[in-house]
Antibody, heavy 114, light 107 residues
Framework: EVQLVESGGGLVQPGRSLKLSCVASGFTFSNYGMNWIRQAPGKGLEWVAYISSGSSYIYYAETVKGRFTISRDNAKNTLYLQMTSLRSEDTALYYC???????WGQGVMVTVSS | DIQMTQSPSSLPASLGDRVTITCRASQDIGNYLRWFQQKPGKSPRLMIYGATNLAAGVPSRFSGSRSGSDYSLTINSLESEDMAIYYCLQHNEYPFTFGSGTKLEIK
């Protein structure tokens, strides 16, 4: 059974940092490009970042470029999102997604508030 | 960035109806278009990939089509389990962009 399990979310003050993790199982993680996609409360879906299977290609949404860093450790079957200089508008449910295969995690909530 | 204009935003419909949701792409995206279904408190589910291909396990009453820059999701003979929010996604180029969503609800 395919599983993507996110962790690391929580309540954080504006300007602070947070690192999300996503552990994959049930498929060959190292073969797939991976994405982070977020959804603000009551809002639509927003693509955040992509990393290729071997980490050679990385892309970001303009809204997070320069503040967020996507990375992966294929030996640990884990995807990461390092978030810095957090803003209130980053408040959202963050999904770990293998778009090519249609795999979505259950999401992890990040709340940025003082 | 490629804009995906999705309509309608809300779609009241009756069980058994045939409904269509449309996304218009601001630039050429080929067939790099996916449709997702999202139910309350759940992660999105892939319904259609490559604009017209049914994802595994998706009922055959769902279908996708393309006419130029317009991409459509059609549901034939609506069932209660189809009530959800539907999103299109273009993945032709980065940044990937979603449509704003269509809330399908019972009339």
């Amino acid at each position: 059974e395919v599983q993507l399990v996110e962790s690391g979310g929580g309540l954080v003050q504006p300007g602070r940092s947070l690192k999300l993790s996503c552990v994959a199982s049930g498929f060959t993680f190292s073969n797939y490009g991976m994405n982070w996609i977020r959804q603000a409360p009551g809002k639509g879906l927003e693509w955040v970042a992509y990393i290729s299977s071997g980490s050679s290609y990385i892309y970001y949404a303009e809204t997070v470029k320069g503040r967020f860093t996507i990375s992966r450790d294929n030996a640990k079957n884990t995807l990461y999102l390092q978030m810095t200089s957090l803003r209130s508008e980053d408040t959202a449910l963050y999904y770990c997604v293998g778009l090519g295969a249609g795999y979505w995690g259950q999401g992890v909530m990040v709340t940025v508030s003082s | 960035d490629i804009q995906m204009t999705q309509s309608p935003s809300s779609l009241p419909a009756s069980l058994g109806d045939r409904v269509t949701i449309t996304c218009r792409a601001s630039q050429d995206i080929g067939n790099y278009l996916r449709w997702f279904q999202q139910k309350p408190g759940k992660s999105p589910r892939l319904m259609i990939y490559g604009a017209t291909n049914l994802a595994a396990g998706v009922p055959s009453r769902f279908s996708g089509s393309r006419s130029g820059s317009d991409y459509s999701l059609t549901i034939n003979s609506l069932e209660s389990e189809d009530m959800a929010i539907y999103y299109c996604l273009q993945h032709n180029e980065y940044p990937f962009t979603f449509g704003s969503g269509t809330k399908l609800e019972i009339k």
